[in-house]
């Protein structure tokens, strides 16, 4: 892998600004892929032998599948509306399985994500509404950050997992730093992972390290709006700078659908037990 960053793209014809592909990063699972659609633009794909999970991200859209379809979906101006209050900005996402398809029609200006991971077509197509979405607070003052499961171990799929964080100016998330690059449960999972950033103001920038145990990883990057970054393994904390918001949308996927972690034993003694 000759880097873990994605540096965003403006859209091709088809709207795309970032795409992730397991062969692209250099592993098995994770594939994801970010669209900027105008409005009545249309988008189509299979899924083949994947599974994938449509976060509306910001806009409007027509979402159909195979056998189900949605007329109306999207309420976000923008992944930062109404930050005091994250608790009334969470998104619509659609969920469908391997062997199907979608089509997307944008009824505004629309920013998707596409997050893939491999699928045995186990589940049906469904809705997956804001009110579906567990939210919860973690950490305590600079290390207070904000979590929307879109898609947890505890929902319906075959390998996905996916959840967004917004992490208040100055704060620290995915911190103290952990990892889960192991398969060894029930103390650790292997997820692999991907880091979607978006920035409030978008001129702005956050910092992410990558890094492992022996060494063989360590990567401090400066990401900006749009930037993916990508977690093969280690260790992966992120800074957000004073005056700039960050937002971030996670994909992991691995062997086995459980999110077990290791704390880095150098930091753990910052919080013993993760709130």
Same mark, same amino acid.
């Given at each position: 892998? =000759?880097? $873990?960053?994605? +540096?965003?793209?403006?859209?091709?014809?088809e709207g795309m600004i970032q795409k992730i592909t397991p062969e692209s990063a250099g592993w098995k699972y994770v594939g994801f892929e970010v669209f900027k659609l105008k409005s009545g633009q249309f988008l189509k794909q299979e899924t083949a032998d994947r599974e994938v999970c449509l976060v509306l991200l910001t806009g409007k859209a027509r979402v159909k599948t195979a056998h189900k379809s949605w =007329?109306? $979906?999207?309420? +976000?101006?923008?992944?930062?509306?109404?930050s005091s209050n994250l608790i009334?900005?969470?998104p619509f996402a659609v969920y469908v399985p391997s062997k199907d398809h979608f089509f997307i029609e944008a009824?505004?200006?629309?920013?998707?994500?596409?997050c893939s991971a491999p699928g045995?077509?186990?589940?049906?197509?469904?809705?997956i509404k804001p009110d579906d979405m567990s939210f919860e607070n973690r950490g305590k003052g600079t290390n207070t950050r904000h979590i929307c499961n879109i898609l947890p171990e505890t929902a319906d799929a075959d390998s996905l997992l996916v959840v967004e964080v917004i992490t208040p100016n100055g704060n620290?998330?995915?911190?103290?730093?952990?990892?889960?690059?192991?398969?060894?449960l029930p103390e650790e999972s292997f997820l692999e992972e991907t880091y979607y950033h978006r920035i409030n103001p978008s001129q702005g920038f956050a910092f992410q390290r990558v890094y492992t145990d022996d060494g063989s990883i360590d990567?401090?990057?400066t990401v900006k709006n749009h930037d993916v970054v990508m977690v093969p393994r280690g260790y992966h904390p992120v800074g957000a700078p004073h005056g700039y918001d960050l937002y971030y949308l996670n994909v992991m996927a691995g062997p086995k659908r459980v999110w077990r972690f290791h704390d880095d034993k150098e930091h753990e003694w910052i919080t013993k037990e993760r709130q």
């Amino acid at each position: 892998m =000759e880097s $873990l960053i994605s +540096r965003s793209q403006p859209p091709n014809s088809e709207g795309m600004i970032q795409k992730i592909t397991p062969e692209s990063a250099g592993w098995k699972y994770v594939g994801f892929e970010v669209f900027k659609l105008k409005s009545g633009q249309f988008l189509k794909q299979e899924t083949a032998d994947r599974e994938v999970c449509l976060v509306l991200l910001t806009g409007k859209a027509r979402v159909k599948t195979a056998h189900k379809s949605w =007329e109306k $979906l999207g309420e +976000r101006d923008s992944v930062f509306t109404n930050s005091s209050n994250l608790i009334s900005n969470r998104p619509f996402a659609v969920y469908v399985p391997s062997k199907d398809h979608f089509f997307i029609e944008a009824l505004t200006d629309l920013e998707l994500a596409i997050c893939s991971a491999p699928g045995n077509g186990t589940f049906p197509a469904r809705l997956i509404k804001p009110d579906d979405m567990s939210f919860e607070n973690r950490g305590k003052g600079t290390n207070t950050r904000h979590i929307c499961n879109i898609l947890p171990e505890t929902a319906d799929a075959d390998s996905l997992l996916v959840v967004e964080v917004i992490t208040p100016n100055g704060n620290w998330s995915s911190y103290p730093p952990h990892k889960h690059d192991s398969d060894n449960l029930p103390e650790e999972s292997f997820l692999e992972e991907t880091y979607y950033h978006r920035i409030n103001p978008s001129q702005g920038f956050a910092f992410q390290r990558v890094y492992t145990d022996d060494g063989s990883i360590d990567e401090t990057m400066t990401v900006k709006n749009h930037d993916v970054v990508m977690v093969p393994r280690g260790y992966h904390p992120v800074g957000a700078p004073h005056g700039y918001d960050l937002y971030y949308l996670n994909v992991m996927a691995g062997p086995k659908r459980v999110w077990r972690f290791h704390d880095d034993k150098e930091h753990e003694w910052i919080t013993k037990e993760r709130q």
